[in-house]
């Protein structure tokens, strides 16, 4: 999950975690040490970033234009 900046993915797995939905697109927030270490940051589902295994998401490859129309529906 290197250079997740303004990335999304799906969640595949919530173990645990009340704030992440199974299936549901998130935004992945740059973190190079969090993914070092096995982690991805996330905006969840209660509107903060947290640290989450890698394993809970596959990253989506979508066109830019398509990024960036995510983009502008997730940031205020």
């Not at 290197?2 to 299936?23: K, S």
């Not at 969090?34 to 209660?46: H, I, L, M, T």
Request: glycine share 6%; aromatic share 10%.
């Amino acid at each position: 999950m290197e250079n997740a900046r303004g990335r999304f993915g799906i969640c595949i797995c919530n173990d645990d975690c009340d704030d992440l939905e199974l299936l549901k697109v998130y935004q992945i927030l740059s973190d190079d040490t969090a993914n070092q270490k096995g982690y991805v940051r996330v905006v969840d589902g209660s509107g903060e970033d947290y640290l989450y295994p890698q394993n809970f998401f596959v990253v989506l490859e979508l066109p830019q234009a398509a990024e960036q129309r995510l983009l502008s529906i997730v940031k205020p």
